[in-house]
C-alpha cells in the first residue's frame, strides 16, 4: 500500500546573537538606526537629569553650592558617600534601559524583549535556578571584598579600625545609601547588560555569523568606557575579564539572566562596603592590581561554571527555535528548495515549537506500509 506523507525539514534554531536576523524586516542598516536613536535618546536623558539635580540644588544651596556638586561629581561620579552625587550616576545609566528598549522598537528590529532571551523576555525561572551559583560568588566576593575589614575581638567580628579607620559619614547617611544602592543597582547592572552584552552583541551577530566576534567587541567597547573612570591597566584588565566572562554566560545560555545576577551582585558589594567612607581607605581610586584581576577572572569563571551546569542539568533552552529571515521575500521560485538559495520559508518569530516538524512547501515523499 502506498500513502503520500509530508517530508520534514530539520529542526532549525537562531542562538541568542542572530536573534536580529530573526525578523523579517531585517536589513543591514536598521541596527546603526537603532544606535542613533539610542544616543539621541541618552542625550536627552542626561539634559532631562541634569535639569532634575541641578535645578533644586541651585534653588536651595545658591551657586557656590552647585559648584561644589559640580566638582564632587567631577571627583567621583560613583561616590558611596554622597547619595545625591550616587544617585544621579545611577539613575543617568538606568534611563539607559528604556532607550536602548524603544531604539530596537522605532529601528523595527523585531521585538525589544529578545534583548532579554532566546524566550523575548527574562527568563525568571531560569534566573532563580541562577541564585545557587550566584550565593556562592556573594559567599566568595563579600569575603575577598571585605578581608581586612573585620577583626576578631573577644570571640567575635569587629570592624578592624587600626587598618580601615573610622567612619566619616552619618548613620542616616549611610542608611540611605545601602537602601538606594539594594534598590537602584540592579536597573543599573541591567542596563549596562542589556547594552553591551544584549543590543552590542545582537548588532555586531546581525551582520557576522561567528559569536567570537560579538563578544570580542562588547567586551572592547565596556573595558574602553570605563577608561574615564581613571581605571590603571589593571583595573582595565579586570573590568574587561568581568564584560568577557559575561558575554561568554550570555552566549551559553541564550540570555541576560546569568550575567545580570553576577554584575548587580559584584557592584552592590562594592557600594555597600565602600558606603561607611572609612577615613583610610581612598574609594575614590579606580586604581587596580593584578591580584584583583586573577580574583575576578578565577571567581568569575568559577560562577560560569557553575551555571553551565545548571543549565545542563535543567536542560536550559539556549537556541530559539525556527530560522532566521530569508534574503530574499516574495514567493518561492520553485527552483529555490535550500536555504543557500536564500529563499527558505522563515516562521520568523511565530514560528512553530522546537521538535516540530516542518513540512517543505510543495515536497512529498513516498512511503510504503
Known amino acids: 500500500m502506498l500513502r503520500v506523507a509530508p517530508r520534514y525539514a530539520p529542526t532549525v534554531s537562531v542562538p541568542y546573537h542572530r536573534l536580529f536576523r530573526v525578523s523579517p524586516r531585517h536589513r543591514w542598516w536598521r541596527p546603526l538606526v537603532a544606535l542613533a536613536i539610542f544616543a539621541g535618546l541618552y542625550l536627552v536623558s542626561q539634559v532631562l537629569i541634569a535639569i532634575g539635580f541641578f535645578v533644586p540644588i541651585l534653588a536651595t544651596s545658591g551657586a557656590a553650592g552647585l559648584s561644589k556638586f559640580a566638582r564632587e561629581l567631577q571627583d567621583d561620579a560613583l561616590s558611596s558617600t554622597d547619595p545625591v552625587v550616587l544617585a544621579l550616576t545611577l539613575v543617568s545609566l538606568i534611563l539607559l534601559l528604556p532607550a536602548i528598549m524603544w531604539s530596537v522598537k522605532l529601528a523595527r528590529l523585531g521585538p525589544y524583549g529578545q534583548l ?76 549596562e547588560e542589556y547594552i553591551f552584552r544584549g543590543f552590542l552583541m545582537q548588532m555586531i551577530g546581525s551582520w557576522i555569523r561567528t559569536p567570537w566576534v560579538g563578544i570580542g567587541v562588547s567586551t572592547l567597547v565596556f573595558a ?47 557600594f555597600v562596603l565602600q558606603a561607611p567612607g572609612w577615613s583610610k581607605v581612598d574609594t575614590s581610586s579606580s586604581n587596580g592590581s593584578w591580584q584583583g584581576a586573577a580574583v575576578t577572572i578565577v571567581t568569575l569563571g568559577l560562577y560560569w561554571l557553575m551555571v553551565e551546569g545548571m543549565a545542563r542539568w535543567t536542560h536550559l533552552e539556549r537556541r530559539r527555535p525556527g530560522t532566521e529571515a530569508p534574503r530574499f521575500t516574495g514567493t518561492v521560485p520553485p527552483w529555490a528548495d535550500s536555504a543557500s538559495d536564500g529563499w527558505e520559508a522563515a516562521p520568523a518569530l511565530s514560528g512553530p515549537a522546537s521538535g516540530s516538524p516542518v513540512p517543505r512547501a510543495g515536497e512529498a515523499s513516498i512511503h510504503t506500509s
Not at 590603571?232 to 573590568?239: A, L
Open 224 to 270: 574602553v568606557l570605563h577608561v574615564p573612570n581613571g581605571y590603571n591597566i589593571w583595573g582595565i584588565v579586570d573590568v574587561g575579564s568581568f564584560g568577557l566572562i559575561s558575554a561568554l554566560l550570555v552566549w551559553r545560555t541564550g540570555g541576560l539572566e546569568a550575567g545580570i545576577l553576577a554584575h548587580a551582585l559584584n557592584n552592590t558589594v562594592i
Open 116 to 191: 532579554s532571551s532566546i524566550r523575548l523576555r527574562l527568563r525568571w525561572g531560569w534566573m532563580a535556578k541562577c541564585l545557587l551559583p550566584l550565593l556562592v560568588l556573594a559567599i566568595i566576593t563579600v569575603g575577598i571584598q571585605s578581608w581586612g575589614t573585620f577583626s576578631v575581638s573577644g570571640g567575635g567580628l569587629a570592624w578592624n579600625h587600626a587598618a580601615i579607620g573610622q567612619s566619616t559619614v552619618t548613620m542616616q547617611t549611610l542608611v540611605i545609601t545601602i537602601v538606594m544602592v539594594i534598590l537602584l543597582v540592579p536597573f543599573q547592572a541591567a542596563a
